[in-house]
């Protein structure tokens, strides 16, 4: 069975810091994508990353690929309060079907 | 563009009935559909795999029997919990692809089911 580890659970920070969050497996994944999701809404897709060490950048967030594409992380920086969701990796393994990771709770605090 | 509806957003039932849930692709033709079930602060669970016109592919664990999945054209998948029970009180999500536009899947809002 496939896990996708995802650290830190839960995060609390203030508004201006930077943080990362890990996503961890001992599979590979063919690609790997970043969901946003807040409460009582489905998650919305941030980025699809293919490449092993491929890293993409989307405005305060940084996305990286690990080069074994076993792990990825996300970085945010200088976080705000409209960065508090649930951030969710989910891996491909060849077929089209996603398997999420255990997932990450962030709050930023003003 | 590519974008997914899920409906009801929210039911409540009474235990014993059967429950409905239907998730459209409204601008596209979606190859595949996928369900998911989400706990209270927990991530997404993967039910099933439905591809237009053939029969849903489950997931260890998941009951066949108790989440019928129908994937009647390529724009409509339906989930029904049958014979719903309060531990099937959950969040379920699903989301559609169409492979010529890559891996990408398209999420629904969610349907929240409360069973009393």
């Known amino acids: 069975t496939q896990l996708l580890e995802q650290s830190p659970q839960f995060l609390s920070i203030q508004e201006g810091e930077n943080l990362t969050v890990y996503c961890n497996s001992s599979s590979v994944f063919s690609s790997l994508q970043w969901y946003r999701q807040e409460p009582g809404e489905g998650p919305v897709l941030l980025v699809t990353v293919v490449t092993g060490g491929e890293v993409k950048k989307l405005k305060r967030l940084t996305f990286q690929f690990g080069d074994a594409r076993k792990d990825s992380s996300l970085h945010i920086t200088a976080a705000q309060p409209g960065d508090t969701g649930l951030y969710l990796c989910?891996?491909?393994?060849?077929?089209?079907?996603?398997?999420f990771g255990t997932g990450t709770r962030l709050k930023v605090l003003a | 563009g590519a974008v997914v509806s899920q409906h009801p957003s929210w039911v409540i039932c009474k235990s014993g009935t059967s429950v409905k849930i239907e998730c459209r692709s409204l601008d596209f033709q979606a190859t595949t559909m996928f369900w998911y079930r989400q706990f209270p602060k927990q991530s997404l669970m993967l039910m099933a795999t439905?591809?237009?016109?053939?029969?849903?592919?489950?997931e260890q664990g998941v009951e066949k029997d108790k989440f019928l999945i129908n994937h009647a054209s390529l724009t409509l998948s339906t989930l029904t919990v049958t014979s719903a029970h309060p531990e099937d009180s959950s969040f379920y999500i699903c989301s559609a692809s169409l492979r010529v536009l890559g891996d990408t899947q398209y999420f629904g809002p969610g349907t929240r089911l409360t069973v009393l």
């Open positions: 989910a891996g491909a393994s060849g077929t089209y079907k996603y398997i």
């Open positions: 439905s591809n237009e016109g053939s029969k849903a592919t489950y």
